[in-house]
């Protein structure tokens, strides 16, 4: 989402006053139509003064209402859950409502975990000044528990038509009192806490508790799980794994021939998590979206060969070791041939019919597509820029979203960018002073996604692939002139040998350009700050997300075409950087969240739009990178464009011309090489 408030990335230190004033115009402000998105008035007039989410629903606010029983006496009521103990790492369990005199539309049941151990709901203090944030502010808000998932119970169409009864009391043989039932599926993950389900009345305003069922445990909370991969440098000879677990002590990565690393181990607290005004109105990351994440494992293999495929596991005798998975290592910097995919905006979404506290609709869709093109092994890497899970202070979420990614991410580099919803948050050094990562301020990301960065809390990096250089930057964090980061983005470009690589991909999450309108789609700051550096070091291509569809431009500068492709007869794109004169851009942000319309027909360097959900397929030579968009869902590719740059004999040094061309007279193979090139144009 891109509703945000933006501070000078020049002022760092701007005062408390002036961003509390603007916090609480932007807070009290009723006149926004966005602010009342899905809510009865009731909710809309307790949280519109309070704005810690970029998405507000009435699910989401249950986490601060009061959490009490019905006044219902009725002593068939039950609930079954099936199976009901030692719970598999995922599993879809039944849950069965039975005992129900009169089934109700707003009946529904939610799936719980403890927020603080507790499963006395009398702990909760009740200062209700601390719940101002996004609950009802005349009500003891639900605090010791958090609601994961929920469905009505009409999701069984055999419930409110009480299709299943059974008779509780016969009399002369007849039977006077019958109650019905129903169930639902809720497919659960191994989140290493308890859970439980409960069932309400009342739906998502005014709930109240009918019955709950008794807790149920995984079958091993420490369970290691999660495995993700990154690269730590450009060579192609060492990979990072990550992965989670319910246990600090150390773990190894076992892969190869008999290769063993130890793990080194991290978490994070309640404690690194941030909210407004010095924990005055706690945010969801401080508070009712709190969960427990374990421990984070790390361990680095070494002694690995670019291109190459090993297998791996990951755990301990104690605690249990991973299934055994197959990952491939990317080319080394400085080689030829890269296949990779990118794309940004992804998120999650429920793999059964409930609600949740943020869904992307187009995540699973996108996932799915994304697992079989790297199934198919032709795929080096995957680069996701920006806004990942959208947990947003939910803190369980991450563990959806990295379950979701495991497929891809255990199979090839996953590699970052910060989005706005990992990071973004008032007084916490962000540029734009939004409350869009629900105070997780970057926290889990960079613990659970560990790149090479420069340290904590400056997550940009380069790292370079076969002829690919990639920077990649921190949109979130200070990017203007004479910035720590702008500095980095100037010597990082500057640096790069490009004749090793001759391609320069920048990457960051909130784009230059956009045909889609809104206040904050663009930073027209940004724009002017950065841009400058883009054309200066000679860019091809420049991708970002934040917008949420599929855009590519001209090749642009200062909002005007400076080159345009040419087009074949099937509509594909060919840009010729041999002369070079702007970086080509695009939007890729489609990979999951809502799609956002196109809302702007002018803009001519706008060449090609699609709100689709899918992704970008990359392939690059020293020759040509080329670039296809894919409908996740067809899996057709619905735009292709390729950048091609003349290379001379001069641009290669002897080693390179000797492992492309096997040690045969290199003037001469380097000429035959170019024709064929133009045989295939």
Not at 587 to 596: N, S
Not at 620 to 637: G, L, Y
């Amino acid at each position: 989402m891109r509703m945000s408030l933006k501070g000078s990335p020049h002022n760092s230190s701007c005062s408390w006053v002036f961003k509390t004033s603007i916090l609480l115009i932007f807070f009290l402000s009723s006149s926004s139509p966005c602010f009342s998105w899905f809510l009865p008035p009731s909710i809309v007039n307790s949280t519109k003064q309070h704005r810690h989410h970029t998405f507000i629903s009435d699910f989401r606010v249950l986490t601060r209402r009061i959490l009490s029983e019905c006044p219902d006496p009725n002593p068939f009521l039950q609930i079954n859950v099936t199976p009901n103990s030692n719970l598999a790492d995922e599993e879809n369990v039944t849950v069965t409502v039975s005992g129900v005199f009169v089934p109700q539309k707003d009946d529904w049941v939610a799936m719980i975990t403890p927020v603080k151990n507790s499963n006395d709901v009398s702990k909760c203090p009740a200062n209700e000044l601390l719940y101002a944030e996004t609950g009802d502010l005349s009500k003891l808000p639900l605090l010791c528990h958090y609601p994961v998932k929920a469905q009505y119970m009409s999701n069984d169409p055999d419930y409110l038509n009480c299709t299943k009864k059974e008779c509780k009391k016969y009399k002369h043989g007849k039977c006077v009192k019958s109650t019905c039932s129903g169930s639902l599926r809720f497919h659960v993950i191994n989140i290493r806490t308890d859970i439980e389900f409960v069932f309400f009345a009342g739906g998502f305003e005014t709930p109240c508790v009918l019955t709950r069922s008794n807790p149920l445990n995984f079958a091993n909370a420490n369970q290691p799980l999660y495995g993700h991969l990154s690269s730590i440098d450009s060579t192609g000879t060492s990979m990072r794994l990550t992965w989670v677990s319910g246990d600090k002590a150390p773990q190894q990565v076992q892969y190869g021939d008999g290769k063993i690393q130890i793990s080194q181990v991290t978490t994070f607290s309640q404690d690194d998590m941030k909210s407004l005004l010095d924990s005055a109105v706690p945010s969801p990351a401080k508070d009712f979206g709190w969960h427990d994440p374990g421990f984070i494992h790390s361990a680095v293999m070494t002694g690995l060969w670019p291109s190459s495929s090993f297998f791996y596991r990951y755990g301990s005798d104690s605690v249990g070791w991973s299934d055994q998975f197959q990952f491939k290592t990317p080319p080394a910097g400085g080689s030829d041939e890269l296949n990779f995919l990118v794309y940004a905006d992804m998120g999650k979404a429920p793999l059964d019919a409930s609600v949740e506290h943020y869904i992307q609709p187009g995540s699973l869709e996108v996932i799915g597509a994304l697992t079989d093109e790297v199934n198919s092994g032709n795929f080096d890497s995957i680069f996701h820029i920006g806004d990942l899970s959208y947990a947003t202070g939910f803190l369980v979420e991450w563990d959806f979203f990295l379950q979701l990614i495991s497929p891809v991410a255990s199979q090839v580099s996953y590699m970052t960018a910060v989005g706005n919803h990992e990071r973004d948050y008032p007084d916490s050094g962000s540029v734009y002073i939004t409350t869009d990562s629900g105070g997780e301020c970057g926290v889990p990301y960079e613990t659970y996604f560990p790149m090479p960065i420069q340290a904590k809390d400056k997550p940009w990096y380069s790292i370079e692939q076969a002829s690919v250089h990639f920077t990649i930057i921190s949109t979130e964090h200070d990017w203007s002139e004479n910035s720590e980061q702008y500095e980095w983005m100037r010597n990082d470009m500057a640096s790069i040998d490009r004749s090793k690589t001759p391609w320069l991909i920048f990457m960051g999450h909130r784009p230059m350009y956009t045909s889609t309108d809104g206040i904050f789609s663009v930073d027209k700051k940004f724009v002017e700050a950065v841009e400058p550096l883009l054309l200066e070091k000679k860019v091809d291509l420049a991708l970002f997300g934040h917008v949420h569809n599929y855009e590519r431009s001209c090749a642009i500068y200062d909002g005007k075409c400076k080159a345009m492709p040419t087009t074949d007869e099937n509509g594909g794109a060919t840009y010729d950087n041999s002369n070079y004169s702007a970086p080509v851009q695009a939007v890729i942000g489609m990979a999951g969240f809502t799609l956002d319309n196109f809302t702007n027909d002018e803009n001519s360097w706008s060449l090609r739009r699609i709100s689709k959900f899918g992704y970008v397929r990359g392939h690059a030579t020293r020759e040509e990178i080329s670039f296809e968009f894919v409908n996740a869902a067809t899996m057709e590719v619905e735009d292709r464009f390729r950048i091609l740059k003349k290379q001379s004999a001069e641009s290669l040094d002897v080693s390179q011309i000797m492992t492309r061309f096997g040690g045969i007279a290199a003037d001469h193979e380097v000429e035959k090489d170019t024709d064929t090139d133009r045989s295939e144009l």
